[in-house]
């Protein structure tokens, strides 16, 4: 009889343990699932710095051009000179996390990025500068990374958006905040590296202290590998080259192609044009590119609610017949502001292209080999966005810059049946 106590006791003991168990993992289980802000707000002021230091060539060229004594011709070097980083990135980018984790690639990327911003300040030679713009490619390897980090997360699609945003409102931040400083206070050129590099130091060591714990052993364990002598055996994930067979791949690496070199002209070239053309200041030509790149974010961003109404197929076809009538007003207008004004419409006309390119090549490809093929999409992309620029650099230095306009207009209606032949496929 003394015994049924203590069972019974026990018992409730027992259950009193399970339910505080139960209650503790309850508890425990949103911070197992708590998201690494620190790694977030890092990424996301890193991707801002990014946009600060991709949008600075073009704020800066009229006065590199006066600087080094150069024409339109030579300056158009610099745009090929980052995408080399980019593609020397790409190529090491895995072997480099299989060896070193995520840490050192995050961190090797500012410290690029730094050592381009610290040989600018200095105002080296042409021939040193051009060779510091290859470091900036690097970027890629922290790009990269951080949206494959990102991609495994529950808020993926927010962390993301998070990202873009704040890479669009370093690159809409840069041409203003430069010429404010070089133009309005009556500075030279490399007076706005000194505050870029302040920007980079201070990112450095937040990537550090945010990714320390991102090492080789944690990236294995992250990937579902057992050892790190497993990634030294045969990769076996599709090559690029798997996807050369399927049409999609070629129209969508030329329609990326001809949209980067769309974009990087624009953003290249507009201050400039702003300068000889509308006789306009760097300070008015440097809120145009910005107003240009607030545009492409704002149409990025209202793609999905425009969807909902409108088909991506027409929407897209409509937008680029729009973004030619307004490079045809841009042509005629003489007035200042109305041309900042049909800059800022172009960007949000252009801002849901790269997007539904990119829709359309998950929809065409096998899901086998769509990582692949959006990879070499998104390479040819880069090409892009240096030979397209450089090319107007040739035009520009034999016709003037005043056909800038035509050449982005041509650009545009190679786009459109690139576009049409997308919808054919699909």
Same mark, same amino acid.
């Given at each position: %009889?003394?015994?049924?106590? $203590? ?9 009193? &343990? ?35 230091? !991709? ?79 290859? !470091? ?34 370093? !690159? ?6 430069? /010429?404010?400083?070089?133009? #309005? ?66 129209? &969508?690496?030329?329609?990326?192609? #001809? @949209? ?7 953003? &290249?070239?507009?201050?400039?044009? %702003? ?6 200041? /760097? ?35 409509? @937008? ?19 041309? +900042?004004?049909?800059?800022?419409? $172009? ?9 539904? =390119? ?12 769509? +990582? ?5 999409? /998104?390479?040819?992309?880069?090409? =892009? ?11 520009? /230095? ?29």
């Amino acid at each position: %009889m003394e015994s049924e106590p $203590l069972i019974a006791g026990r018992g409730r003991d027992e259950h009193l &343990g399970t339910e505080e168990a139960l209650l503790s993992s309850e508890i425990s289980e949103p911070a197992k699932e708590a998201l690494p802000l620190a790694e977030i707000a890092s990424g996301v002021y890193a991707l801002f710095v990014a946009g600060l230091v !991709a949008s600075t060539l073009g704020a800066i060229l009229p006065q590199l051009e006066e600087y080094y004594q150069l024409s339109d011709k030579a300056i158009s070097i610099i745009f090929l000179c980052p995408p080399v980083g980019f593609f020397l990135a790409a190529y090491f980018s895995r072997s480099l996390h299989l060896k070193c984790g995520r840490r050192v690639a995050v961190i090797i990327a500012p410290v690029c990025q730094l050592t381009y911003a610290l040989t600018a300040s200095q105002a080296p030679p042409f021939p040193v500068l051009l060779a510091s713009l290859v !470091a900036v490619g690097f970027f890629g390897l922290m790009d990269g990374s951080l949206y494959a980090w990102v991609g495994g997360m529950k808020p993926a699609k927010t962390v993301i958006g998070l990202l873009h945003g704040a890479f669009s409102i370093g !690159a809409a931040s840069g041409p203003f905040l430069a /010429n404010a400083i070089t133009s #309005a206070a009556h500075k030279p050129w490399y007076t706005w590296y000194y505050v870029l590099t302040a920007f980079v130091f201070l990112e450095l060591p937040c990537l550090a202290y945010s990714f320390w714990q991102h090492d080789v052993e944690s990236f294995h364990v992250e990937n579902g590998r057992k050892s790190i002598r497993d990634e030294e055996e045969p990769d076996e994930e599709p090559s690029p080259q798997s996807s050369f067979s399927y049409t999609a791949t070629w129209i &969508g690496s030329a329609y990326v192609f #001809a @949209f980067m070199g769309v974009e990087f002209t624009v953003t &290249g070239w507009g201050i400039a044009y %702003m300068n000889r053309v509308n006789e306009g200041s /760097n300070l008015l030509g440097g809120a145009c590119v910005s107003l240009f790149h607030l545009g492409l974010a704002a149409g990025k961003l209202s793609l999905g609610v425009m969807t909902r109404y409108v088909p991506v197929q027409l929407l897209v076809t409509s @937008f680029l017949c729009l973004a030619l009538l307004s490079q045809v007003a841009f042509a005629v207008s003489t007035i200042p502001a109305v041309s +900042v004004a049909l800059m800022a419409l $172009l960007g949000f006309l252009l801002g849901p292209l790269y997007p539904s =390119g990119i829709i359309m090549m998950t929809q065409l490809l096998p899901r086998e080999v769509q +990582v692949a093929g959006i990879s070499f999409v /998104n390479s040819m992309g880069q090409i =892009g966005a240096a030979f397209m620029p450089f090319v107007f650099g040739l035009i520009s /230095n034999r016709f003037g810059i005043e056909m800038l306009v035509y050449y982005i207009c041509l650009q545009l209606a190679l786009i459109i049946p690139l576009w049409l032949w997308f919808f054919r496929l699909h």
